[in-house]
C-alpha cells in the first residue's frame, strides 16, 4: 500500500514537501523553505524525483541544498525557479551557484495536460493552477490510483492568468491547500481591492508623496504593476515615475515571454503592440528626489532585498508604504502592518512617520473560491488538507466532509498516513 508523509505545510504557511512512497518508488511533492527563518524540510535525497508545483521559495526553495536526481515542473517554472534560488543565494547565501546550476541541469519540464511516466509505477500530468504564471496542480497516477495535489490554486481569474483548471480527470485522492480555508476568509472582490490600491496610491499622489509597495517578485509585482498602468493609462491615475527594483524586473520579462500561458486578455493586448506594464524605469537616485512617484520593489515581506533601502522615505507623513499580501510574523512587513513607530532596516534608526495600509492581494483563492472548486472537481473518496494555519486546515477539512460526505484528514507536520 502506498503511504504519504507530510514533511512540511501542514498546519502553518511555512514550506511545502509532501512524501509518496509506493514502496516501488519515492517522489518529493514539492520541496519549499521556510521563507521567515530559512528552515528546510529533512528529507532524503535519494528519492526518484521531485514534482514542483510553482516556483514561489516555500515550493521548491530548498531543492538546491540537495543533490535530486530529477526535477519536474513545468516550462515557465523552471526559468522562475532560477529567480527564485538566485534571489535566496543572494539574500541569505544558503547555497552555491553549482547547487542551482546542477538543480536546474536536473530538471525536466512538461506543459499542461501532458502525460509522462516518472517512475516504474507513477505517471505524471501537470493542470494550471491559477496563481501564478506556470503553477500547476500535479496529478498522479500511481498503478490506476489518482491523486491530485492541488499546489495553491485560485479558482477566479486576474489580469494575469486564466482561474484554476476543473475539468480534470476522476481523482481518488484530494491534496489541496487551505491557506484561506475558514469561512471568515472571504475577501473582498478584485475589483473592489484594485479601486482601494488606486484611491490610496491617488491620495498620496495628489499630496506631492511617494508611494512604497514592497511586493513578491513572481506574480504579485505583475499584477500590481498591471493595475496601476490601467489606471494612469485610463486616466483615473496621475502619471508619475513608475520605478521598479529587485527581481521582479527579471521575472517580468520572463512573463512576457509566455505569452501563450497568461490571460488571453493580456496576450492579446502584447499582440496589438500594447505595452500592458507601462514604462517602468530602473530605480535610481531620482526616487529620493521631491516628485511624486510610485516605487515597487521586492521583497514583498518587506525582510529583505532593494525595497529595504525606500524606508527611509518613511520618515515624512506626505509618503506611504501599501503592502499587498500576508505578512509573517517576525517580519519587518508585520512590524510596520502593527504600527511600529521606528524601524532599524540598516544601521540607524527610522521614524515611521509616513502611513502605512495593507490591501491584500492574494493569489490564493478565497473560502468561497475553495469550495467552488472542490464541488467543480471530480469528487475524491479522500482528502487531506493542508498548507493553511492550524485553525484554517482544520476548518477546511470540516467543510470538505460536510459539503462531500468523504473521510477528510488535517495531517500535522511528521503524519504518515495511507493514501
Keep these: 500500500m502506498a503511504i504519504v508523509r507530510f514533511h512540511g505545510g501542514c498546519h502553518q504557511i511555512g514550506m511545502s514537501c509532501i512524501e509518496i512512497d509506493t514502496k516501488k518508488s519515492k517522489i ?44 519536474y515542473c513545468t516550462t515557465p517554472t523552471a526559468d522562475l525557479m532560477y529567480i527564485t534560488w538566485k534571489d535566496t543565494l543572494n539574500l541569505s547565501k544558503s547555497y552555491k551557484e553549482e ?26 500530468k501537470f493542470y494550471n493552477a491559477g496563481h501564478i504564471l506556470g503553477s500547476a496542480s500535479i496529478c498522479l497516477d500511481i498503478d490506476g490510483k489518482k491523486i491530485l495535489y492541488t499546489g495553491d490554486i485560485n479558482e477566479t481569474p486576474t489580469r494575469t492568468l486564466l482561474p484554476a483548471d476543473k475539468d480534470i480527470d476522476e481523482i481518488d485522492v484530494l491534496i ?11 475577501k473582498p472582490s478584485r475589483k473592489t481591492l484594485e479601486k482601494q490600491l488606486i484611491d490610496e496610491i491617488a491620495e498620496t499622489i495628489e499630496n506631492g ?45 520572463i512573463y512576457m515571454s509566455y505569452l501563450d500561458w497568461l490571460n488571453p486578455k493580456l496576450k492579446n493586448m502584447v499582440e ?19 516628485e511624486p512617484c510610485i516605487i515597487v520593489s521586492t521583497s514583498g515581506m518587506v525582510q529583505g532585498g532593494p525595497v529595504l533601502q525606500y524606508l527611509s522615505l518613511l520618515k ?46 492574494s493569489a490564493h483563492g478565497d473560502y468561497n473560491s475553495l ?24 476548518s477546511f477539512a470540516m467543510t470538505i466532509w460536510k459539503s462531500l460526505k468523504i473521510p477528510t484528514f488535517a495531517p500535522v507536520n511528521g503524519s504518515i498516513l495511507p493514501l
Design 316 to 361: 515624512s507623513p506626505k509618503n506611504k508604504l501599501i503592502l499587498t499580501g500576508y505578512q509573517a510574523e517576525g517580519t519587518l512587513g508585520r512590524a510596520l502592518e502593527e504600527g511600529v513607530e521606528e524601524i532599524t532596516p540598516f544601521k540607524n534608526k527610522i521614524p515611521v512617520r509616513g502611513k502605512v495600509v495593507k490591501i491584500e492581494f
Design 371 to 394: 469550495v467552488r472548486y472542490i464541488k467543480k472537481i471530480p469528487t475524491p473518496k479522500k482528502a487531506f488538507v493542508v498548507h493553511g494555519e492550524r485553525y484554517q486546515a482544520l
Design 272 to 290: 496589438n503592440r500594447i505595452n500592458p506594464f507601462g514604462e517602468l524605469k530602473k530605480a535610481d537616485n531620482g526616487v529620493f528626489n521631491k
Design 28 to 71: 518529493l511533492l514539492d520541496c519549499g523553505m521556510d521563507p521567515t527563518n530559512n528552515a528546510i524540510p529533512k528529507v532524503d535525497e535519494n528519492v526518484d524525483a521531485v514534482v514542483v508545483s510553482h516556483a514561489h521559495l516555500d515550493h521548491c526553495g530548498a531543492i538546491p541544498f540537495y543533490k535530486f536526481r530529477k526535477i
Design 176 to 186: 489541496i491547500e487551505s491557506t484561506y480555508g475558514s469561512p471568515l476568509d472571504i
Design 209 to 253: 508623496g511617494k508611494v512604497i509597495i514592497p511586493v513578491f517578485a513572481i506574480g504579485r509585482a505583475q499584477e500590481i504593476l498591471l493595475i496601476i498602468n490601467n489606471y494612469i493609462r485610463s486616466g483615473k491615475l496621475k502619471d508619475v515615475p513608475v520605478y521598479v527594483d529587485g527581481s521582479l524586473i527579471h521575472a517580468t520579462g
Design 99 to 124: 547547487d542551482i546550476q546542477r538543480s536546474l541541469n536536473n530538471t525536466e519540464v512538461l506543459n499542461y495536460r501532458e502525460e509522462r511516466q516518472i517512475t516504474e509505477d507513477i505517471t505524471l
